[in-house]
């Protein structure tokens, strides 16, 4: 039976995100079109718009992406419950990666959507200044086991800012010293080494700048307990206390994103089904890696939400 199911809601990070996110929904469903509405007053200006027709210069600004694809993946939820009748799956655990933590404290709770919009987009004005003050990258290698990839970390003094499947890890630090982590993690056998296209070093000491200004930011909004627990970042464990929920949000501006081992904890609490609610499908490629058995959905089109129904009804 579908209602004995073990769910968990996924929602993407900063990098999901392209033009013309979200707009289809905006269109089709009355609730889709409520967010995006609701955020571009609060904001006071069209981020709708912005991810709709872009440019994409302006949606990939740190402090601007970090809203939109919040309020989209929220978007994605929203049309979701309205076209199936508020009939998904409820689920057991929440969990985002990275940004996307923010989101999943908005579905538990945690946080009102214009609080968590708001907050995101003063963290994405803190990580972009941290990241002029202190310059750096981040650097996705594949194909190298954690292991061989701590090593090159210690060799090199770089930092390991996001497990993100068994083969798929990436790093962050100095542009210097990603150069060399690069040509070492090659030597090492890496299949692929990717730059990002970041603004910083995020998930690293050199975001340490950022962290006075986050933790202020944090304590003007009012959390509440988390109503569905929250799979944390940077320890890969439940949580839903208030107290526990600030510490993370902290951490993790500066710590690895463990969501290789976030997904291994929801799978281990008997989770066997992953609804990926955003722009893209990142986070289902890497659940698939990290789990073949696990069945994922894509909530991010209004194709999508006629499938997931579909799949309802049968």
Not at 45 to 66: H, W
Not at 135 to 153: F, P, Q, R, W
Not at 232 to 240: K, L, P, Y
């Amino acid at each position: 039976m579908i209602e004995d199911i073990k769910v968990a809601y996924v929602f993407p990070g900063q990098g999901s995100q392209s033009v013309g996110m979200g707009m289809d929904l905006y269109v089709h469903y009355a609730a889709a079109r409520a967010v995006y509405d609701e955020i571009d007053k609060i904001l006071g200006f069209s981020l709708s718009r912005l991810c709709f027709e872009g440019p994409e210069q302006e949606l990939i600004q740190t402090m601007n992406v970090q809203p939109a694809v919040l309020t989209t993946s929220i978007a994605c939820l929203k049309a979701a419950q309205e076209a199936s009748g508020n009939k998904i799956p409820v689920p057991t655990f929440t969990a985002g990666h990275s940004l996307g933590e923010y989101t999943a404290l908005v579905v538990s709770g945690v946080l009102s959507l214009a609080d968590a919009v708001r907050l995101v987009r003063e963290r994405g004005r803190l990580m972009h200044e941290a990241g002029k003050r202190k310059i750096g990258g981040m650097l996705a290698i594949l194909g190298l086991d954690l292991n061989t990839v701590e090593n090159i970390c210690l060799a090199v003094k770089v930092d390991i800012s996001n497990i993100n499947s068994p083969n798929q890890i990436v790093v962050s630090g100095p542009q210097e010293n990603l150069e060399q982590a690069r040509r070492l993690a090659q030597l090492k056998g890496a299949r692929r080494v990717i730059p990002l296209k970041v603004s910083g070093a995020f998930h690293s000491s050199l975001m340490e700048p950022a962290v006075e200004g986050l933790r202020n930011a944090i304590n003007e909004y009012n959390f509440n307990t988390a109503s569905i627990p929250i799979v944390a970042n940077v320890t890969a464990q439940s949580i839903t206390e208030t107290s526990a929920i600030k510490e993370e949000l902290i951490s993790q501006i500066v710590h690895c994103v463990k969501w290789q081992q976030s997904v291994e904890t929801m799978i281990s609490r008997g989770v066997t089904t992953f609804f990926e609610m955003g722009p893209g499908n990142v986070l289902t490629g890497l659940i698939k890696r990290i789990s073949p058995g696990a069945q994922t959905f894509n909530i991010n089109s209004v194709e999508s939400i006629q499938s997931i129904t579909n799949w309802r009804r049968g």
